[in-house]
């Protein structure tokens, strides 16, 4: 089956520290993989996405690279700001079966 | 601009209630979704629909029901059968089943039982 696991959270750095967010899945055939971002209160909105293996996904500093190899999708980060405080989600997406499979996803707090 | 609205942003129901959470999307996507997350929780899948009249139950669909009647809405019920209702709501949408583009999210509801 379909799955993704993800480090468990809180994360805290202090700003400009780098960042890592592990990211591990399970996928029947090719999934797209996907991070999205969701702050208080507010929906989900997409940070980066990679469709095919070794496609690296980048927005906002932000940078993952899909690793068929190790069935990794890790979110990094090289200097991060108080406002990336946020709860993260990996996500893919099977499109055989038209739905998407969401981490249980981390929170980051980065202090000044 | 483009997106979906989801109204109203809190909601309060009372023991017993039946209440509807709206969904609406100007983006002429095939696929909605409707997910929900309790605090601290990752999202879990309450009913998806492809297309017009036609939806699938997700992963916990007990105590809740949908309808598709026009492209544009995908309005959830949160019937008194659902013993747990306050959380948050998501709704999202797609137009290629999420594998290019992923999903558009709208801000969420939250519901609370009083």
């Known amino acids: 089956g379909n799955s993704v696991t993800q480090m468990e959270g809180p994360v805290t750095l202090s700003e400009e520290a780098f960042l890592t967010i592990n990211c591990t899945y399970t996928a029947t055939g090719y999934p797209s993989l996907f991070w999205y971002v969701q702050y208080p209160g507010e929906g989900l909105q997409l940070l980066l996405k990679?469709?095919?293996?070794?496609d690296k996904g980048s927005n906002k500093g932000f940078e993952a690279t899909y690793r068929k190899e190790t069935t990794s999708f890790h979110l990094e980060k090289g200097s991060v700001q108080v406002s990336d405080s946020a709860v993260y989600f990996c996500a893919l997406s099977d499109s055989n079966f038209n739905k998407f499979y969401f981490g249980s996803g981390t929170k980051l707090n980065v202090k000044p | 601009d483009g997106g979906i609205t989801q109204s109203p942003k809190y909601l309060f129901r009372k023991e017993g209630q039946n209440v509807t959470l709206s969904c609406e999307q100007n983006l002429n996507h095939d696929a909605m979704y409707w997910y929900r997350q309790d605090p601290g929780q990752g999202l879990r899948l309450i009913y998806y629909?492809?297309?017009?009249?036609?939806?699938q139950k997700g992963d916990i669909a007990e105590g809740y029901s949908v309808s598709r009647e026009k492209k544009e809405s995908f309005p959830l019920t949160v019937t008194s059968a659902q013993k747990n209702p306050t959380a948050f709501y998501l709704c999202a949408s797609t137009h290629d089943r999420g594998a290019n583009y992923g999903y558009t999210f709208g801000s969420g509801t939250r519901l609370t039982v009083v």
């Open positions: 629909s492809q297309i017009v009249n036609d939806f």
């Open positions: 990679a469709t095919k293996a070794d």
